[in-house]
Every structure is written in C-alpha cells, then in structure tokens.
C-alpha cells in the first residue's frame, strides 16, 4: 500500500516537473524564429512607410503598429543575449523579403497594404498563441510576454480588417500566397 502510495506520488511530482521546465531546445527555437519574425514585420511596415510616407493618413496608422514592432523587435533582441541564441542566419533575406513585401503591397494600393497586415499578423497571432502552450513554469515571464505580443498582432489584424483589407481585388489569393510565405519562413527560422 505504502508503496503504491510512493509510485503515485512519483508520478505525480514527475509530472509538474516536466510541466515546470521548458525544453531548452524548444524555448531557444523560439527566441530564435520570433526574433526573425519580429525582423520581419519591422522590415514590411518600412516598405509601406517607404511608399506611403509618414505623415499621410494611412502612414499615420502603420507607424502606430511599426513602433509597437519595434518594441517587440528590441525585445527579443535582449532575449537572444540572455539566453544566449544564435539569431537566424536568413536575417538578411528577411531584410530583403520583409521589405520588398512591405513596398509591393504598399504600391497595389492602401486596400492590399493591409491585407498584407491582415495576413502576416494572423499567422503570427496563431503563432505566439502556440508557443505559449510550450512554454512551463520556468518561463513565466516570457510566456507573458508572447501573450501581450500576442495581443498586439491581433490588434494589427483587426486595424487590417476595419481598413478594408478584405475589399482588395483578389484579396483571396493574396492572402493565401502571403500566409503560405510567412509559414515558410517560420518553419525554416526555427532551424536555420
Ligand atoms: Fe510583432
Ligand atoms: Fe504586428
């Protein structure tokens, strides 16, 4: 009996062991691929500044989420000192991608512009609600902060929607390329 008492409670703590500690392979994927993907959103909201300028109205509103990207970005940055994280490697293509995205929806109109927000902060939205789950006890304070972060993107998400994103010409097919892109460039941010 006193045995059977033993082995339960074994169990018992073995499991809020592992529910308390992050898989520290996992936890430096995740610094590592939201760092790239923070990169990333700061690079597209440029290319749409670039276009539209600053002080026009609908600069207006995507400085408003390009500064809350910059607080995101400045973030992870600290992370990937203090956790010691090798930042990716494709930094500099997503410079490159995040721009270029960021410019050639900017320059199909504001109506596309922010279908590109609506697509990419949906994917990244969903994305920080995963990681929270990953994450135990041992990284409370990061788990709150994907959940702010998380929070945020989804105000980005809905600033696309009021905006009209979805009355872009073949707003459909864009999505879909632009989602299917930052999938991508997830899944191989993780790892390379
Ligand atoms: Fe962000
Ligand atoms: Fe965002």
């Given at each position: 009996?006193?045995?059977?008492?033993?082995?339960?409670s074994?169990?018992?703590?073995e499991k809020t062991d592992y529910k308390s500690k992050t898989d520290k392979h996992i936890l430096k994927e995740i610094i590592r691929v939201d760092h790239a993907g923070e990169y990333g959103a700061?690079?597209?909201y440029d290319g749409q500044?670039?276009?539209?300028?600053?002080?026009?109205?609908?600069?207006?509103?995507?400085?408003?989420?390009a500064d809350q990207e910059q607080e995101h970005i400045e973030t992870f940055?600290?992370?990937?000192?203090?956790?010691r994280v090798r930042p990716t490697a494709l930094l500099?293509?997503?410079?490159?991608?995040?721009?270029a995205l960021g410019a050639t929806t900017a320059l199909m109109g504001e109506k596309a512009a922010m279908?590109?927000?609506?697509?990419?902060?949906k994917v990244i939205g969903d994305h920080y609600k995963q990681q929270a789950s990953l994450l135990g006890n041992d990284q409370k304070k990061l788990k709150s902060t994907i959940k702010k972060f998380e929070k945020d993107e989804l105000e980005h998400h809905d600033i696309g929607i009021a905006h009209d994103a979805k009355k872009t010409p073949g707003y459909n097919?864009?999505?879909?390329v632009i989602s299917l892109g930052c999938k991508t460039a997830i899944t191989v941010s993780k790892k390379i």
């Open positions: 009996m006193t045995k059977r008492k033993i082995t339960k074994k169990i018992k703590k700061t690079r597209i500044i670039a276009v539209f300028g600053k002080n026009s109205k609908i600069g207006k509103i995507i400085q408003h989420m940055e600290k992370l990937i000192i203090q956790h500099p293509l997503w410079n490159i991608a995040g721009f279908a590109c927000t609506v697509s990419v902060e097919f864009l999505s879909k």
